[in-house]
């Protein structure tokens, strides 16, 4: 039943009990809502799924007033707001979805203190009129939930963020807790100082999702290698996919459902009803896999997804684990699958050429993208380069494929000479730029009408490389881009050579590769 309009509760352990019917609490929620109960400010850096909504749901249902949410998914408010209303919580949200009526009704129950929690959209909070309106209520406290989105270092910046910092000035008696899911130690001092919350106390759990096995595999046939990956493990299980466009998740999801995975896409081309069915089966039916593009799957709540598989680069780490941070939930074995090859570097890079804003901007996608990569390439545990991204130090895992199967390294000096001699030869002596392609033809000494044509057999490098597969020669270009001895340039793609390439061709560096694994050899049985 409902309970009364002004009824609060006395500790935090019976609102957890009564409210929520927990019998205790996960990790350090009991110190984090002992702080912000106490008055104190707060800023909470825990992975998906530990449990932040309690850590201001409680001190809300405690404290004198109403709890102000601020929260960038719109879209989800609703869902949140029914979710505690059904507990019996006095929750409700103002956003632009609303209508006068509704909007009016909820500023009423604020202001005659007969809300618990109230969501509101960061950019309603810029406003003087809001503002004022909240000053005529109570305040319990601030929750800023997504808290890196006011970073504009972090991978998600949102300018309507940067309106938080003067909740300190204008209710300096109203505690504040911060609360995200990705931070590095950058972005975590960054929010602290745009925020104002120097005084508060941090509570950083670890970033660490045991029960996900991290794997990263060469991209050949991406959806002939994700039907193999799904059918070998997670026959009939609910999962989400990953792609960067509009086009690959409708063809991926079509081709998944032709070889009997009960795939669904969506993506932000897609009207808003069908999204919203869409989501809805994914929630309540077994075995459904989402294909999407990334606006699909921030804040939703379903704890047995067991896998998240990338079939294109994310593009930064904060972002992939973000992504793979919805499977496993529940804590049961889950998998983070990546798929990866050579177009995907050639295509961000030349993605953030093009990109609007300033250099600085595409610094930082560029710094981003340079992480991706880094651990995509890396020969050492997978977990332990990601928890260091977030500024945690741990220990080899076993439960990731370079853990399970490490990768052999080699000398690719050579190899690296080789085709960097080629491009500064295409250069210097034809005053040509080509793509990978072409570069790898005439280091395997193959006749094609492109090589006649540009008589490229009369190069010094022609032939040189036929030790190495094509395959193999992809690998080693891919691998050369990611660690920034090759760049690609213009609309094309088209290879050229950087600073530390000269090093290599001078003989005063080597160059370290992982060995490609063989594969694409097993295509999908029975896939059309
Ligand atoms: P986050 O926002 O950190 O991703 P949630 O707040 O959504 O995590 O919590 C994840 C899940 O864990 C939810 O289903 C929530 O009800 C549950 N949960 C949170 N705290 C506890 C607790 N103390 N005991 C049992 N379940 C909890
Ligand atoms: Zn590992």
């Known amino acids: 039943a409902p309970r009364r309009a002004t009824a609060k509760f006395a500790t935090a352990a019976e609102a957890l009990s009564t409210v929520f019917g927990y019998d205790s609490f996960r990790g350090e929620q009991a110190q984090i809502i002992d702080q912000v109960i106490g008055g104190g400010d707060a800023v909470v850096l825990m992975p998906t799924g530990g449990g932040k909504s309690l850590c201001y749901q409680i001190p809300s249902l405690v404290r004198e007033g109403t709890g102000i949410v601020i929260s960038p998914l719109i879209a989800l408010m609703q869902d949140q707001v029914d979710a505690l209303t059904a507990v019996g919580v006095r929750a409700a949200f103002l956003n632009s979805s609303q209508d006068s009526a509704a909007r009016g009704q909820v500023e009423r129950d604020y202001l005659s203190g007969d809300l618990d929690l109230l969501y509101v959209a960061p950019e309603r909070l810029s406003s003087e009129a809001t503002k004022r309106f909240l000053d005529r209520g109570t305040i319990a406290l601030f929750a800023i939930d997504e808290a890196h989105c006011v970073s504009q270092w972090g991978h998600d910046f949102r300018p309507d963020y940067l309106a938080l910092s003067e909740l300190a000035d204008r209710w300096p008696d109203v505690p504040r807790i911060a609360l995200t899911a990705t931070a ?71 081709f998944l459902r032709q070889n009997g995975v009960n795939a669904l896409p969506y993506h932000a081309g897609l009207d808003q009803g069908l999204r919203a069915r869409t989501q809805s089966r994914f929630l309540r039916e077994d075995g459904v896999v989402i294909v999407a593009t990334i606006a699909f799957g921030m804040g939703i709540d379903k704890p047995d997804v067991r896998f998240v598989a990338h079939i294109d680069l994310p593009k930064s780490v904060e972002g992939y684990y973000q992504e793979t941070g919805r499977a496993g939930r529940d804590g049961l074995p889950s998998t983070g699958w990546l798929a990866y090859g050579l177009q995907d570097v050639v295509q961000q890079r030349r993605m953030i050429d093009e990109s609007p804003g300033d250099l600085a901007h595409r610094r930082k996608l560029s710094a981003h993208l340079d992480a991706m990569l880094a651990l995509c390439e890396t020969v050492s545990c997978r977990r332990v380069n990601l928890l260091r991204y977030f500024g945690q130090p741990s220990e080899p895992c076993g439960n990731c494929d370079t853990c399970l199967e490490p990768p052999v390294g080699w000398d690719g000096t050579m190899a690296a000479q080789k085709l960097l001699s080629t491009v500064v030869r295409l250069l210097r002596e034809r005053n040509q730029r080509f793509g990978a392609g072409q570069l790898i033809d005439i280091l395997r000494g193959k006749v094609t009408p492109r090589t006649t044509q540009h008589s490229h057999d009369q190069l010094a490098t022609w032939g040189i490389g036929a030790d190495l597969s094509d395959q193999q020669w992809r690998g080693v270009v891919r691998q050369l881009l990611a660690q920034g001895f090759l760049a690609t340039s213009g609309e094309y793609g088209t290879l050229v050579l950087t600073d530390a390439a000269a090093e290599v061709l001078a003989g005063r560096r080597t160059v370290e590769l992982r060995t490609e694994p063989e594969r694409a050899a097993r295509p999908a049985a029975g896939a059309r």
């Open 184 to 254: 590095t130690d950058a972005t975590h001092r960054e929010l602290t100082t745009r925020l104002q919350l120097g005084q508060a106390r941090h509570f950083v759990a670890s970033f660490d999702r045991p029960n996900i096995q991290y794997r990263i595999v060469g991209k050949a046939e991406p959806r002939k290698q994700l039907l193999a990956f799904i059918r070998a493990e997670h026959q009939g299980d609910a999962g989400i996919v990953y792609a960067l466009s509009r086009k690959t998740v409708e063809q991926t999801a079509e």
